[in-house]
């Protein structure tokens, strides 16, 4: 599921919502309705992103600015967002992730669409969980293919990273586990490509995170090539060889 197109997101959306809504129609009261009309609203944008993905598949002229597709993948987030809070506060667990999951086919399509996106938190949410679950590391590339994508659609005033000084802000956590499934797929040039953008995008986060990551490759076993990218890049992060911020 790390690499799927709006149709797919249609299908899946409709399977995670299945229950839920099943559940809401049950409770018929004015909440219950209120969120079945989020569901609803939430297909209907759904079916405007595929008919756009139609339309410039078919080399028909659209006329819709790259603003109007960002408001599309904007609006289609926070739905899901909306959703998946609906899921949580009924103890759907699952699905609630499932949702914060699909989050990440809308962002690759704001990126195929030269797009923007200015909501990350369920996005990091979503990257999150699969960094968390993620062995395979096959899977791990595929999914720091789908974060490169993220990073790039993400706007302009989110990389500017104002707000350098909040541990929690999701630009940082979105590069942080960049980095670390980048480090988990065991391929020395993937890191080195990670790890030169998170250099650039969040240069005062890199000291702590190759520190931390130096002491890592002992408790885990990192292969011999995984250290020695590490402890370069540690070097021009001003970390010694064996942890420790160098003076």
Known sequence: MLETGITDLNQQFESVVEGLSLSLEAAANEEADKMLQVIQAMRQNIQIMLRFDSDVLNAQHVEITREEVS?????????????????GSRGMQEQMLQLHRLSLPVVAWLN??????????????????????????????ALCSLINQVV???????????E??????PW??????????????????????????????????????FNEGLQQMDVIGYPEPVRTVMREYAGRAGVGSSGGVLH
């Not at 195929?112 to 096959?138: G, M, P, R």
């Not at 790039?152 to 104002?162: G, M, N, R, V, Y």
């Not at 590069?175 to 490509?193: C, D, F």
């Open 112 to 141: 195929f669409h030269h797009a923007t996106v200015t909501k990350l938190d369920i996005v990091v949410n979503a990257v999150a969980s699969y960094a968390n679950t993620l062995q395979d590391e096959q899977q791990l590339e």
């Open 172 to 209: 940082r956590i979105l590069n942080l586990n960049w980095g670390i499934v980048a480090t988990r797929s065991h391929k020395p040039e993937l890191m080195s490509q990670v790890f030169d953008q998170l250099m650039v995008n969040i240069p005062a986060d890199v000291q702590q995170f």
């Open 71 to 87: 408001k599309i993948g904007d609006y289609a987030l926070n739905l899901l967002d909306e959703i998946s809070a609906g899921c």
């Open 152 to 162: 790039q659609a993400t706007a302009p005033s989110i990389k500017q990273d104002l």
């Open 164 to 169: 350098a000084s909040n541990p929690m802000r």
